[in-house]
């Protein structure tokens, strides 16, 4: 993907062209990558029928479609669609394009994108079995975490070291002290709303974004604390003063990004047959499926969709309140005695 501003111009490269736009508007990493995979395939397409990208036709675009059809589901081709037709929309406002060939195409076709997906119902031991094939230290830190808490994959990625309270020799891998809402209570984590894609959060420009309504702290049950020390042990300097919680191992100390999760995620579920090319959310595991599933069954064990909103940091403000004055009690307590074994 093109990142100078001087290597892309809409004449040679309207790909790449787009893609620096959308950098330029703030997009993640794992968007620009989304966008980009598909272009190129339709590019591919295009120029297989003796066309380009800018004269491209409605009928080649209606043939392009056709073709997702196969093996893909309705809202994956929906989805797909509606990139394409947002490349083109854009590309013709900036004056690139004489027009939109995906207009009519996108008006007429009877699939649309499902939003409120049935996903795949997995039990926890059949979890349990997926979690034990993963052996890299940081990957399984990653999914052990996503799973134990039911936090967004954005989330994860902004988390600091600061933002993680444990007790005894763990806590020689920390540099500085834990935030101040983490103090009183050990083996907890907490997730702020504040980070915001593009700002500048504990001194780090911030390329994910948190959603949550109010901060968040989310117990350490005796399993996570195990994944993260394995991790904290072989964990590489970081680059950013920040000092990021999760970081690669394969860009050496860069902190992770949702684009660098879902990759790997993905590539776990395709092993285990949960993932495959052109699936939907109802067929696909992937980061945010975690999130489900934490909800999922900890609110069926627990009875309390209160305790569940809280940690998933979605409930109005005084709801937020009653919870946290009565965090060590109620949360913890009912949290520690419900939350499924993984390990």
Wanted: proline fraction near 5%; charged fraction near 30%; aromatic fraction near 10%.
């Amino acid at each position: 993907m093109a990142s100078d501003a001087e290597t892309a111009s809409p004449a040679d490269d309207p790909v790449a062209y787009f893609l620096q736009e959308l950098t330029y508007h703030g997009k993640t990493e794992r968007t620009r990558e989304a966008y980009e995979r598909v272009l190129r395939q339709f590019e591919t397409f295009v120029r297989g029928e003796g066309a380009s990208l800018a004269t491209a036709s409605r009928r080649e675009c209606m043939a392009w479609v056709h073709t997702l059809r196969e093996g893909r589901s309705r809202s994956t081709v929906a989805s797909y669609a509606s990139y394409l037709h947002r490349f083109y929309a854009y590309m013709t406002q900036v004056g690139a394009f004489e027009g939109n060939p995906m207009t009519l195409v996108l008006e007429e076709m009877d699939e649309s994108i499902d939003t409120d997906p049935a996903r795949r119902e997995i039990l926890v031991p059949e979890m349990r079995e997926f979690v034990a094939h993963i052996t890299h230290p940081l990957d399984r830190a990653v999914v052990v975490t996503l799973l134990k808490t039911g936090m967004r994959v954005g989330e994860l990625c902004n988390l600091d070291m600061r933002d993680l309270n444990l007790e005894g020799e763990a806590r020689a891998a920390f540099t500085t002290p834990p935030r101040g809402p983490l103090a009183g209570r050990p083996n907890s984590l907490y997730i702020s709303e504040s980070p915001a894609r593009g700002e500048v959060t504990n001194g780090e420009r911030r390329t994910e974004s948190n959603k949550r309504k109010r901060p968040t702290v989310i117990p350490v049950d005796e399993e996570l604390r195990q994944v993260i020390e394995r991790w904290l042990a072989v964990r590489p300097g970081p680059r950013s003063d920040a000092e990021p919680l999760f970081c690669s191992t394969r860009e050496w100390g860069r902190r992770l990004t949702g684009g660098m999760v879902g990759s790997r995620v993905s590539e776990y579920a395709a092993d285990h047959g949960w993932y495959q090319s052109g699936g939907g959310a109802g067929e696909n595991v992937t980061p945010h499926y975690f999130r489900h599933f934490f909800t999922t069954h900890l609110r069926d064990r627990t009875g309390d969709r209160g305790i569940v909103k809280y940690l998933r940091g979605d409930v109005a403000s005084d709801i937020v309140d009653t919870y946290t004055h009565d965090w060590g009690d109620r949360v913890r307590k009912t949290y520690e005695q419900h939350i499924y074994s993984l390990l």
